[in-house]
């Protein structure tokens, strides 16, 4: 099956610092990524929907310019909270499809801010 | 009325037994359909995909696909106390790139 990774798969950073998030497409060419975020006993809430070269399309309520996405590449997509505060510690898990096939999920980073 | 519904559970079901998991959804419309499977603190790993009416099998997985009724299920034959998870119904919309999910079903396969 296709493969997504993340990285750093946890981090801890101080309030009011920007945290950077990779996902990565191993074995296929993800046209669309997808970032989600979900917080313990939850279910997955998307955050916003990218498409390589071009801007990502953000959900209702997710401020976009404190969640920064770049998807620069076929392979790659960031994600990067900017002003991180206690309330955005949660898990940030991205998935990755190439054209309208199955969307395969990485592994998730887990973030905890101080 | 919620795009997809799941019955959050949580189901229990003896080791060795079908254990059935059902999502409806409501766009007629919709085209694509998957169950991932979700361990606690993992992310989501997709199990199976469906996308024409009937039934498709995968190993000890069948999914069953009815547009008409406008519903999906998952069926795990010869449970297994690793099947234990959350099982997270996810559903595409006609000239969508996202998918809609479902709030999860939780298992429990008691040994």
């Known amino acids: 099956g296709a493969v997504v990774s993340q990285h750093p798969s946890w981090v801890i950073c101080k309030s009011g610092t920007s945290v950077k998030i990779e996902c990565r497409s191993l074995?296929?060419?993800?046209?669309?990524m997808f970032w989600y975020r979900q917080f313990p006993k939850q279910s997955l809430m998307l955050m916003a929907t990218?498409?390589?070269?071009?801007?990502?399309?953000?959900e209702q309520g997710v401020e976009k310019d404190k969640f920064l996405i770049n998807h620069a590449s076929l392979t790659l997509s960031t994600l990067t909270v900017t002003s991180a505060h206690p309330e955005d510690s949660s898990f940030y898990i991205c998935s990755a499809s190439e054209g309208t096939n199955e969307q395969y999920f990485g592994p998730g980073t887990r973030l905890t801010v101080t | 009325q919620k795009e997809v519904e799941q019955n959050s559970g949580p189901l229990s079901v003896p080791e060795g037994a079908i254990a059935s998991l059902n999502c409806t959804y409501s766009d007629r419309g919709s085209q694509s359909f998957f169950w991932y499977r979700q361990y606690s603190g993992k992310s989501p790993e997709l199990i199976m995909s469906?996308?024409?009416?009937g039934d498709k099998e995968d190993g000890r997985f069948t999914a069953q696909l009815n547009k008409a009724s406008q519903y999906v299920s998952l069926l795990i034959r010869d449970s297994q106390p690793s099947d234990s998870a959350t099982y997270l119904c996810?559903?595409?919309?006609?000239?969508?790139?996202?998918?809609?999910f479902g709030q999860g079903t939780r298992l429990t396969i008691n040994p």
């Open positions: 990218s498409n390589e070269g071009s801007k990502a399309t953000y």
């Open positions: 469906i996308y024409s009416n």
């Open positions: 996810a559903v595409r919309n006609q000239g969508a790139q996202k998918l809609v």
């Open positions: 074995d296929f060419q993800a046209t669309t």
